[in-house]
């Protein structure tokens, strides 16, 4: 199945900017950022499976989402682009760059680490922060509501970037609300998804590809442990913060993040 995405851009040059939303996301999430782009890229914005548009599936793993990509690029015969992809979509691109560096010209991941979290004894807040919304999202019967805002009533105690990502998951049928996000999915798959890069395969293997890391600088994805394994395997990297800036750094600061965008692919 192809994943559903939007695209905007010159139309111009083969200047083409893919960019993968994180979870909870979809591809709308990040046309902010692509308008103030999009007079210099072609910009493609694909949801995710499990996510947007795109197909629902009980699986929800990063070989998945790399031949997901792999499907999509190649059935829109883009050969070769650069690469974002934030928090999950970062998660993503950097397993595709790993498997398929060969179509790629430059890599960007936003507020996120390739260290994995899927041991227990390894929990940070964010992920314990994730877990804590996905349970509170599952909670929710929404079969009882029937307004976005009797939903935002539930949600008090998130502040407004969070609430706003959540509600933009809903969608009304037959009067009642329900969610576009394969909710079900992300929980059943949620150890999937805060899986990382093996460390030991990267010994004598490295990630060469040009890449930025995007730290926000108000966000805790991104540690100070994380920067000797960012080298470690991106040796061609570098990390620059967004001032005044949480995880969702595309939402609260789009104009220095496209800033960022720009001067790196040009560069």
Not at 12 to 24: A, E, P, Q, R, S
Not at 197 to 212: M, N, Q, S
Not at 214 to 242: A, H
Request: aromatic share 10%.
């Amino acid at each position: 199945m192809i994943l559903n995405h939007l695209k905007t851009g010159n139309n111009i040059k083969n200047d083409n900017l893919v960019i993968l939303h994180g979870l909870y996301g979809s591809g709308e999430t990040w046309t902010n950022v692509a308008n103030l782009l999009s007079d210099k890229f072609n910009i493609y914005l694909p949801d995710a499976r499990n996510h947007g548009k795109s197909f629902h599936n009980p699986s929800h793993t990063y070989p998945e989402l790399v031949e997901d990509l792999k499907i999509w690029t190649d059935s829109l015969n883009i050969e070769k682009f650069n690469l974002l992809g934030h928090s999950m979509g970062g998660k993503t691109a950097m397993f595709f760059a790993n498997k398929y560096p060969q179509y790629i010209n430059k890599l960007i991941v936003a507020d996120i680490s390739p260290r994995n979290y899927s041991n227990i004894s390894q929990h940070v807040p964010s992920i314990n922060f994730h877990l804590n919304l996905i349970s509170n999202m599952l909670k929710l019967e929404l079969k009882k509501y029937k307004s976005y805002s009797e939903v935002a009533k539930e949600l008090v105690n998130y502040e407004e970037n969070i609430r706003n990502i959540i509600l933009k998951n809903l969608i009304k049928k037959d009067g009642k609300m329900c969610w576009k996000l394969n909710l079900q999915a992300i929980a059943n798959n949620f150890p999937e998804i805060v899986q990382g890069l093996d460390t030991d395969e990267f010994i004598e293997k490295k990630i060469l590809l040009p890449t930025l890391f995007l730290k926000g600088d108000l966000s805790n994805y991104i540690t100070n442990q994380d920067f000797k394994l960012i080298e470690f395997i991106f040796p061609n990297s570098k990390v620059e913060t967004v001032e005044n800036a949480g995880h969702w750094l595309h939402i609260e600061q789009p104009q220095e993040v496209s800033n960022k965008i720009f001067n790196f692919l040009i560069d």
